[in-house]
């Protein structure tokens, strides 16, 4: 090695070192020291919330909802309205992280948005919110995982038999092996970050190429992007169109959620203070790039409409892809959905452990002394790692007795998680004088931008709590509103 190699590489150590330096000092500011291992570059972190995102995920585990509850037509034009309303979200948070970058995240930032007396229960509501939101969308992913796992098995052998209980069975071996390496292979975390990066990106793009190479024949543009269907057993004739087109939005909002997780991954990512803010925004946009690419190119690719929704798979994307390219092939692309489900639910995991640890260690957590530890040889919150596998292994149980309980558990995710980031963006509008920007900002933007996201935080609150299907039974019933009760219920009387 030359010497101006040697030097140049004591001036990336240096800088490195000096950049750390600056992370720790900028934590100690914000009232906590450093003792998560901080490594982690803007790419890996945005490729955190990118796999948690993962278009390739959200998509195909809603797709049947999104077939019955509008059809193409809602399908496509909403993907590009939520993508639209998901950036001016994204946009405003990442302002506020880059101000106060902590793995606290959104309850953090109420608290430091808020006024002295109003701090306390502002932080206390956002964190709660984020907590369920947390917990209900690593559900939604990972039993989304074990549903393809089922059926992409089911296709491989004539044997096996799919069901609820094999489900909740493969759901538990999921959730064991991502939270085994959270626990045991952190150091490796970063590595697998960087696959789950590429395997999102080529793998969509060489799922959408084959579908739409050998689907024998194509729908036509009049199909995908005009036609409406209602398969809600009724709501277009009971309610209205309308009705159905704003709760057939859950799909997309769904879909792009879980991006806070740049913010929870500051305390281990270097110059956090722009990192995890380029994080939130990049994987935002990258996925509504790649997320209507996908929806176009299934779309287009559908043999049989009818035939499609009703599969004697209970998947619409992989009797797509049966009937695209043969039962065969048709398995190893389901085997690239399903490891970057797993992918993405190891991550969620990864990122919802995060927040739990810096709820506990702000003692806002039941147990805090317990779960507020980290493991010194790790330097992981191995406990909250646990915690957070075991309760949404809880959330999935419902899945035994009900026909909708995983859309209900999205949209336990999508109300939890946005109204976790609406909170922090609201209190940021009102207490304008009080903030201070950090390096990565809004400018004069700022409050527009702000302001047009709380409005669609508070819309899509309301739509995603309504009646999905008709008539409406305990069989039916969307228990979203149920579950965000009980626990804002228990929180609030903890608070008092």
């Keep these: 090695m030359s010497d101006k190699e040697l030097k140049d590489g004591d001036a990336e150590v240096v800088e490195a070192q000096r950049q750390e330096t600056a992370d720790e000092a900028e934590l100690a500011r914000l009232g906590y020291k450093q003792e998560l291992k901080r490594d982690l570059t803007l790419l890996q972190n945005f490729g955190v919330s ?11 585990s809603l797709f049947l909802y999104g077939l019955l509850t509008g059809g193409p037509a809602v399908m496509v034009w909403g993907w590009i309205v939520v993508s639209a309303f998901t950036l001016c979200v994204g946009a405003a948070m990442a302002e506020i992280c880059s101000a106060h970058p902590t793995s606290g995240g959104p309850y953090f930032w109420s608290a430091k948005l808020s006024t002295a007396k109003q701090a306390p229960l502002a932080s206390w509501i956002t964190g709660w919110f984020n907590l369920i939101g947390q917990v209900a969308v690593t559900t939604g992913i990972s039993f989304a995982c074990a549903n393809f796992t089922s059926v992409t098995i089911a296709m ?16 538990a071996a999921v959730l064991a092996a991502q939270g085994l390496i959270n626990t045991f292979g952190v150091h490796l975390l970063k590595y697998i970050n960087n696959i789950s990066i590429w395997w999102h990106a080529l793998g969509t793009t060489a799922l959408v190429i084959s579908v739409l ?14 036609k409406f269907y209602d398969g809600t057993g009724g709501w277009a004739d009971r309610a209205s169109h309308g009705y159905v087109i704003c709760i057939g939005i859950l799909l997309a909002q769904y879909t792009l959620t879980g991006f806070d997780a740049s913010a929870h991954m500051t305390e281990e990512t270097n110059n956090a203070a722009t990192a995890g803010s380029w994080g939130i925004l990049m994987s935002i946009g990258v996925s509504a790039v790649l997320g209507w690419f996908l929806i ?4 287009f690719s559908i043999q049989d409409y009818d035939t499609t929704i009703s599969s004697s798979t209970g998947q619409p994307v992989a009797q797509i892809i049966i009937d695209a390219v043969g039962d065969r092939a048709a398995i190893a692309l389901m085997v690239i959905i399903v490891v970057a489900m797993f992918f993405c639910g190891t991550f969620s995991i990864t990122s919802n452990s995060r927040m739990m640890y ?12 317990f779960f507020h530890k980290v493991d010194v040889k790790r330097k992981s919150p191995i406990r909250t790692v646990w915690l957070a596998c075991t309760l949404s292994f809880i959330l999935g149980l419902p899945s035994l007795g009900s026909t909708v309980a995983f859309a209900a558990a999205t949209s336990i995710a ?3 998680l946005y109204i976790s980031y609406g909170i922090p963006i609201l209190l940021r509008v009102l207490g304008r004088n009080r903030f201070k920007k950090g390096p990565w900002h809004l400018g004069s933007f700022s409050i527009p931008i702000s302001v047009l996201a709380v409005i669609w935080i508070a819309t899509i609150s309301i739509l995603f709590i309504l009646p999905q299907v008709t008539p409406v039974t305990s069989q039916t019933l969307n228990y979203s509103i149920v579950a965000v009760g009980i626990v804002m219920t228990y929180a609030m009387g903890f608070w008092l």
Excluded at 156 to 171: D, F, M, P, W
């Design 358 to 369: 810096a709820f506990s260690r702000d003692g806002a957590l039941p147990g805090s002394k």
């Design 414 to 416: 999508t109300i939890g």
């Design 50 to 60: 990118f796999s948690i995102i993962s278009i390739i995920t959200g998509i195909p």
């Design 296 to 299: 176009l190119g299934l779309l």
């Design 156 to 171: 491989g052998t004539s044997k096996y038999q799919s069901n609820e209980k094999t489900v909740i069975g493969i759901y």
């Design 213 to 226: 190479a050998k689907a024998k024949t194509h729908q036509s543009a009049r199909f995908v992007f005009t």
